[in-house]
């Protein structure tokens, strides 16, 4: 429900104006501006950091796994 | 003798950094990792395939496994050393409509004493222009926790994780994302097997041990912004940040740095990342006395400590998607990465070498964190 209640009140701002154009987007689509261009080794590097520090989430990708001793 | 495992990691990794109107590229990886540190090996695989269906699904699975062998600190002052496997395997489903993108993902992981189920579900629209990608996520983990030397014991624990995350092109050159995430935990969330540590006159060490005892709820809030901008040459400069609070008082701020450089066929990466965090307020490095508090734990990832990672990698890509003779597959690349981790414990003595109240050193680690891998495009 909220889920549908933020995207029909977001969509009445669709005439916002883009302000990059899709043909000046070139570099953002080198892959080198790939957010997570590597999801098995993202997640996997973050299951190390939760298990070896108390903080968890909000780095947008995540992994999981154990906490050994 | 384990452990936690936290099966957050399959829900949250489902989320990642959405792009709502295009589905994610066919591939697969095979990857290889290895921990070495603190007297723990962990090492094994993963292995990711995706497939399209159409061109409004996607399909994806995991096999991942921890081969665990360990002699830390914590195994090695109060129990034996052990050897155990965690197989965790998960698939998930895209399902893209227009500027919407829906994810479902169920995640499954087994070991010994602890059993780990998520099931998670998100929602990405791309809006004005495809300029901004908004992502809602919801997760829920039903987690079962036994103890290997006690067939009777056993105690859930559910998990419930909220997610929401903006993607936002800032500029020709500049891309950035911001992710809030809340996480409550409510049931067994002790490891069964560890223990405090509390002052004792008639012990001739002058300290005793007895079992943890954590609260049975926890509620955690996190935010994280990354930005990435193209260098006036052909490079990507990385900054993230997170600030991190919970209800047991730990709050940590973590900062990292990236810099990402092509060369021909070789992308090379260098990463620096720097943590900081407060305790938890039942944290003690050494009680009063016996039962001395209502919740008591001497867990170091719960103690206040800094760390920092120095990550270096190379990937080659040696299939190019120029009419090679591959087949089906499009493009070919291998990656290996090494991360140097140091922490630094400020309130986690080092009782290894059995030496006198008072007069242990505080502990430290340092872990080399390996990965090799293949990932193919098809």
């Known amino acids: 429900m909220l889920t549908v209640v933020v995207l029909a009140g977001l969509s009445g701002c669709s005439s916002i104006e883009p302000w990059v154009k899709p043909y000046e987007r070139d570099k953002l689509a080198d892959p080198i501006m790939a957010l997570d261009g590597d999801p098995v080794s993202t997640a996997y590097i973050q299951h190390v950091y939760e298990a070896r520090e108390g903080a968890r989430g909000g780095e947008g990708a995540a992994g999981g796994g154990c906490g050994c001793n | ?378």
Not at chain 2, 30 to 38: E, P, Q, T
Not at chain 2, 171 to 191: A, F, M, P, R, V
Not at chain 2, 209 to 221: I, V
């Open chain 2, 1 to 378: 003798m384990i452990r936690r495992v936290l099966l957050i990691a399959a829900a949250l990794s489902a989320f990642g950094a959405a792009k709502a109107g295009v589905l994610p590229d066919d591939r697969a990886d095979v990857l290889y990792h290895r921990y070495d540190g603190g007297g723990v090996t962990i090492d094994g695989p993963s292995i990711l395939v995706r497939k399209k269906a159409g061109k409004s699904l996607s399909f994806v699975g995991n096999y991942y496994v921890d081969m665990i062998s360990s002699a830390s600190i914590d195994v090695i002052t109060t129990a034996s050393p052990y050897t155990e496997e965690r197989t965790q395997w998960s698939m998930g489903m895209d399902y893209l409509r227009g500027n919407t993108t829906m994810r479902v993902n169920y995640a499954t992981s087994e070991e010994s004493d602890f059993d780990a189920e998520t099931v998670s579900f998100s929602v990405s629209q791309d809006m004005f222009g495809d300029l901004t990608t908004l992502t809602l996520s919801y997760a829920l983990g039903d987690d079962l926790v036994r103890k290997s030397d006690d067939s009777t014991f056993e105690a859930p624990l559910d998990r419930q994780i909220y997610g929401v995350g903006i993607t936002q092109i800032l500029t020709k050159n500049l891309i950035s994302t911001i992710n809030i995430e809340t996480i409550t935990e409510e049931g067994y969330l002790n490891n069964p097997y560890r223990s405090v540590r509390y002052f004792d006159p008639d012990s001739e060490l002058g300290y005793s041990f007895e079992g943890e005892l954590y609260p049975n709820t926890r509620t955690s809030n996190a935010v994280g912004i990354r930005m990435r901008y193209f260098l006036p040459y052909r490079a990507a400069l990385e900054g993230e940040y997170r600030f991190f609070t919970d209800t047991w008082d730990i709050e940590s701020n973590t900062v990292a740095f990236s810099y990402i450089h092509p060369w021909k066929e070789w992308t090379f990466t260098g990463k620096f990342r720097y943590h900081d965090q407060t305790g938890a307020h039942f944290y003690s490095d050494l009680f009063g006395r016996s039962e001395e508090t209502n919740f008591r734990g001497r867990d170091k990832e719960l103690s206040e400590l800094t760390s920092y990672t120095l990550m270096m990698q190379a990937a080659y890509e040696f299939l190019r998607d120029d009419g090679n003779d591959w087949g089906f597959i499009k493009r070919g690349k291998i990656t290996a990465s090494l991360n140097l981790l140091h922490v630094d414990y400020h309130d986690f003595s080092d009782l290894s070498a059995g030496q006198p109240l008072g007069e242990e050193p505080l502990y430290d680690l340092d872990a080399n964190i390996f990965q090799i891998y293949f990932s193919f495009f098809y």
